[in-house]
């Protein structure tokens, strides 16, 4: 009988944006290899449904990223019950489809306020509880590395936090905590529902998303966990700094 991995036993994972779609399946795949996982959203049932599926290896807490200070709260309490992190996902993150004509500065407000600062203040407050030999991934998008009309802003955000895994990493190589990105390309996840379009325009952009992808289809969640997984172990133990895309071809051909 093949014995279930247990690569991340006792380790402590901080996953933001982890109520559901890869930040959920992703905090279900480290619990299966022993870790314990802190988890931060802002929906009320999501929370509450990410506890039941998550079961009693995992702290589920209210944090919304656009106000830095709410993170503070989990940061405290990831230090009074373990003391240290060994692992950081920061994940969250949304966007809005807008073109050109109809961008507003409020989009653009909202979205680096979630996106970038987000996942920047997360690393900032987590960085002091991280463990030499640490991780730290972030999660960017295959939009960092192609043009696509309609998603300028989030499209910026995600090339922003690509630079992050590079400056940060840097900042963190002199006491042994790598940063690395995870670009998802389209995966099925309820992201695609938070753009802000019609449930006939999501069709019709699925569907010429799906005919543009070299594979053919949309990834699944547990694809872009097992990269972040991988990020985080042993075996990229010299790896920092760089970026697994995982968006089945779509910004390489």
């Given at each position: 009988?093949?014995?279930?991995?247990?690569?991340?036993?006792?380790?402590?994972?901080?996953?933001t944006?982890?109520?559901?779609?890869?930040?959920?399946?992703?905090?279900?795949?480290?619990?299966?290899?022993?870790?314990?996982?802190?988890?931060?959203?802002?929906?009320?049932?999501?929370?509450?449904?990410?506890?039941?599926?998550?079961?009693?290896?995992?702290?589920?807490?209210?944090?919304?990223?656009?106000?830095?200070?709410?993170?503070?709260?989990?940061?405290?309490?990831?230090?009074?019950?373990?003391?240290?992190?060994?692992?950081?996902?920061?994940?969250?993150?949304?966007?809005?489809?807008?073109?050109?004509?109809?961008?507003t500065?409020?989009?653009?407000?909202?979205?680096?306020?979630?996106?970038?600062?987000?996942?920047?203040?997360?690393?900032?407050?987590?960085?002091?509880?991280?463990?030499?030999?640490?991780?730290?991934?972030?999660?960017?998008?295959?939009l960092?590395?192609?043009g696509?009309?309609?998603?300028?802003?989030?499209?910026?955000?995600?090339?922003?936090?690509?630079?992050?895994?590079?400056?940060?990493?840097?900042?963190?190589?002199?006491?042994?905590?790598?940063?690395?990105?995870?670009?998802?390309?389209?995966?099925?996840?309820?992201?695609?529902?938070?753009?802000?379009?019609?449930?006939?325009?999501?069709?019709?952009?699925?569907?010429?998303?799906?005919?543009?992808?070299?594979?053919?289809?949309?990834?699944?969640?547990?694809?872009?966990?097992?990269?972040?997984?991988?990020?985080?172990?042993?075996?990229?133990?010299?790896?920092?700094?760089d970026?697994?895309?995982?968006?089945?071809?779509?910004?390489?051909?």
């Open positions: 009988m093949n014995s279930v991995s247990r690569s991340f036993d006792n380790k402590i994972v901080l996953i944006g982890g109520t559901s779609g890869i930040g959920l399946e992703t905090a279900r795949q480290f619990i299966a290899q022993g870790a314990h996982v802190v988890v931060t959203g802002v929906t009320a049932h999501r929370l509450e449904e990410a506890r039941v599926t998550l079961g009693n290896r995992a702290l589920v807490m209210n944090a919304d990223l656009r106000d830095p200070d709410s993170l503070d709260a989990v940061i405290k309490e990831v230090a009074a019950r373990y003391g240290r992190l060994d692992v950081v996902f920061a994940n969250a993150g949304a966007g809005t489809a807008s073109p050109l004509e109809a961008v500065a409020s989009q653009i407000q909202e979205q680096f306020s979630l996106n970038f600062n987000g996942t920047f203040f997360t690393v900032q407050k987590a960085a002091p509880l991280l463990t030499k030999g640490g991780s730290v991934i972030l999660t960017t998008s295959f960092n590395a192609v696509t009309p309609g998603l300028s802003i989030l499209s910026a955000t995600k090339a922003a936090i690509r630079s992050l895994a590079r400056t940060l990493g840097a900042e963190l190589a002199p006491r042994g905590i790598r940063v690395n990105a995870v670009s998802p390309g389209p995966i099925s996840t309820p992201f695609h529902g938070k753009l802000g379009l019609s449930e006939e325009q999501l069709k019709e952009v699925a569907a010429g998303i799906e005919a543009s992808v070299p594979l053919g289809r949309f990834g699944d969640a547990s694809e872009v966990a097992k990269a972040v997984l991988f990020l985080a172990s042993e075996d990229a133990s010299f790896i920092t700094g970026e697994i895309v995982v968006d089945g071809g779509l910004s390489q051909f």
